[in-house]
């Protein structure tokens, strides 16, 4: 029997079960490979109805985790938007019979709606109930849909564990993800009606060829792709009025920010994203939705007399709508949207070979970092690390495994997590565990200072990723790569080796710019006066040539825009990085003499602001050995700078009585960016970070 058939066949909507069928086939048990209703119930005398008479209370009876067993619902049609939902919940192996994933986000527990399942009632939240009543009236035929929040047995622990490690395979199998973007209205009715016109154009243009770097890039791309760049740029000028205001309204709804989601985008075979009554072809929703970012960036063209970036700046500051959101889309859901493309390329690209995917470093970067917009999120702890596991390509190598039990806490997690991409090499993961300073976000005190808080929004680190081939401070050791000790196995400390370079004895004032207001030269001029002093007192550390280089290099990391508004090293000349500097300088003593607290931010100078910008939450540093350079406003005087083994920046730790050590954050110092410190063949220490 077709497996159409099958659904049709074997579970008839209108077939009306019994209580007592329901009793009776509750008792038998299933097979491998077989598939069986669930049908227990109980009577709960609490939820007892006006009339005294008990109400069944639906019960889920265990999964078979050896045959991969899973929990799908009969959906059916209805064209009464008024009528109940009634569906029916069986157990079938995973790639028994055909059906559809429902991705959603769970939304908020207050005023739960009534199904009935398996003749039983059961409340499900509102955007859940919204998504499968809407699905109904669109259908001709039932059909096999799986949604979490039912198909999984949320109130036991060790189920959730195994059912979440099958998800990535349960939305790989599903043969459609259906994307429930939530309620409609005639304004979103409008947009996806031109998102599926427009995109289904841009997808055929080869949109989805062009990657983040040429977005970054736009117009600018590299001559293979200039074909592409015409074909473009000719759909921008066919289309006068791109719905971008409404399309960026979408963009901010929920479903966008949910960490599960990244998991079941990326895997899906297809995608269809639903909008109330509107359903539109994933591929043309997510061509639409970049169509509409070189759209926008055509039409400011002419505002692009500087870098990118500063313009998208100015953007922020400037539109904004009544609810405080950008007026222009969500760079949170592009970055969701883009990941598909970038675990499942062949589906885009028929030229790619392979699909490689990302680590789960690069997922929890992407997810919770973002320099722009805000990061993903989610009602559980773990589910912020155990959403990425199943689509990251070094997952064996981690060791991982979901726990969802109570007494091992997300805490616990986290710490294990970090330990496990530490031992892979990440050792950058230490310069994502610092807090906003400026905007008063606490990290978890339960956290060792190690491990990074995920539920709190990300830092990008002053001194980036490995990665970005910025700075190689461990450079010039025999081993470089970390080694964790087998010293302890207590889950809260971590043991691993460094070589000490010097104390701080001397701390500047903290330097905490901000862009949603006028930049602030007269703290600025501060900076500048302090990181001066500092160099003027480090002794025979460096020569008089390097102290002068010192001066205009610390304040900005050592760090420029690129032509594309992307952080570079600086070159070893005095270029338009310097000229910037000495501007600027010159402004905020300017201002400083005024005194006036502020100057509107100049085109000029983009280059120096972004990278002042970047050494946020920082405070100039002095050692006692007479090295100068930034650390976290967080650091005391007595702290001790260290070069970890395979670390890119140096850290600041914190030493108690006990011997251990707390992580206080990154830092930059001049003169010990490239392993000059490591290549004199200084001892190595064992430490334990707590």
């Known amino acids: ?114 199904i ?57 199998t599903a043969k459609q993800t259906l994307i429930w973007l939530g309620e409609g209205d005639a304004e979103t009715d409008a947009l996806i009606n031109a998102m599926d016109v427009i995109g289904s154009a841009a997808f055929t243009t080869g949109i989805m060829k062009l990657g983040e770097d040429d977005a970054k890039k736009w117009p600018n791309l590299d001559p293979e792709k200039a074909d592409l760049r015409k074909a473009v740029q000719k759909l921008i000028r066919s289309t006068a009025n791109f719905p971008i205001l409404p399309l960026t309204d979408l963009s901010y709804r929920e479903w966008f920010s949910r960490v599960w989601i990244i998991q079941e985008l990326s895997v899906a075979k297809t995608v269809t994203f639903v909008c109330g009554s509107k359903w539109i072809d994933g591929n043309n929703f997510i061509a639409a939705f970049k169509f509409g970012y070189y759209w926008f960036a055509n039409e400011f063209e002419p505002l692009k007399n500087t870098s990118g970036w500063l313009i998208f700046r100015i953007f922020k500051m400037a539109l904004r709508n009544q609810q405080n959101k950008l007026s222009i889309p969500n760079p949170r859901a592009a970055t969701t949207l883009g990941t598909r493309k970038m675990i499942t390329p062949l589906e885009f690209d028929t030229n790619a070979t392979s699909s490689s995917g990302l680590t789960l470093m690069q997922h929890m970067v992407r997810g919770f970092t973002l320099s722009v917009g805000e990061p993903l999120d989610s009602s559980e702890p773990k589910d912020r690390i155990y959403a990425f596991l199943g689509i990251s390509n070094d997952r064996k190598e981690l060791g991982i495994v979901e726990n969802y039990k109570e007494e091992v806490t997300y805490q616990h997690i986290y710490a294990e997590t970090a330990k496990a991409l530490i031992r892979q090499g990440n050792l950058d993961i230490l310069s994502l565990c610092r807090s906003p300073t400026s905007e008063q976000i606490e990290r978890d005190s339960r956290l060792p200072s190690w491990a990074p808080d995920w539920t709190k929004r990300m830092i990008t680190p002053c001194g980036g990723f490995k990665a970005d081939g910025l700075f190689k401070a461990s450079d010039g050791m025999k081993d470089r790569g970390p080694r964790l000790e087998p010293a ?10 460094g070589m000490f370079v010097g104390t701080a004895s001397k701390l500047g004032t903290p330097w905490r710019p901000s862009w949603n207001d006028s930049f602030d030269y ?7 006066q302090e990181v001066e002093g500092f160099v003027k007192e480090s002794g025979s550390q460096c020569t008089d040539t390097q102290k002068q280089e010192a001066i205009w ?45 502020s100057l509107m931010v100049t085109q000029n100078l983009p280059s120096c602001l972004g990278m002042l910008k970047d050494m946020y939450d920082a405070r100039p540093m002095l050692t006692d050995n007479g090295y100068v350079g930034v650390c976290l406003d ?14 890119h920046v140096p850290y600041v730790l914190r030493k108690s009585e006990a011997g251990t050590s707390r992580l206080v954050g990154e830092a930059f110092v001049y003169g010990m960016m490239d392993g000059e410190v490591c290549s004199t063949g200084a001892a190595l220490h064992s430490l334990q970070l707590i």
Request: aromatic share 8%.
């Open 553 to 597: 290099r610390i304040p900005i990391g050592n760090k420029e825009m690129d032509s594309f508004g992307q952080p570079r090293r600086l070159g070893p000349g005095r270029g338009t990085a310097y000229k910037e500097y000495v501007q600027m300088r010159n402004l905020a003593a300017k201002q400083h003499k005024l005194g006036e607290e």
């Open 522 to 528: 007269q703290a600025a001029h501060v900076l500048f």
């Open 116 to 172: 009935l399942l398996n003749g039983i009632k059961l409340q499900v939240r509102v955007n859940l109930f919204a998504a499968l009543k809407a699905i109904s009236l669109q259908l001709d035929a039932p059909v096999m849909i799986w949604a979490d929040a039912i198909c999984i047995n949320q109130n036991d622990s060790e189920e959730k564990g195994q059912q979440v490690k099958m998800m990535t395979d349960i939305y790989r």
């Open 488 to 497: 302890t196995t207590e889950w809260n400390v971590l043991a691993i080796d």
């Open 634 to 647: 967080c650091a005391e005087e007595g702290d001790e700078v260290w070069i970890l083994r395979g670390a």
């Open 1 to 114: 029997m077709a497996q159409a058939e099958l659904v049709g066949a074997e579970l008839p909507f209108h077939a009306q079960l019994t209580y007592g069928a329901l009793t009776s086939s509750a008792t038998s048990s299933s097979q491998p490979g077989s598939i069986s209703m669930e049908a227990s119930y109980s009577t709960n005398n609490a939820l007892a109805t006006t009339d005294s008479t008990p109400q069944a209370v639906f019960q889920y009876q265990p999964l078979d985790p050896s045959i991969r067993e899973i929990r799908l619902l009969n959906l059916t049609p209805t064209d009464d938007p008024h009528s109940d939902l009634e569906l029916s919940i069986l157990h079938t192996p995973l790639e028994t019979l055909s059906f559809y994933a429902l991705s959603y986000t769970w939304g908020s527990p207050q005023n739960p709606r009534e």
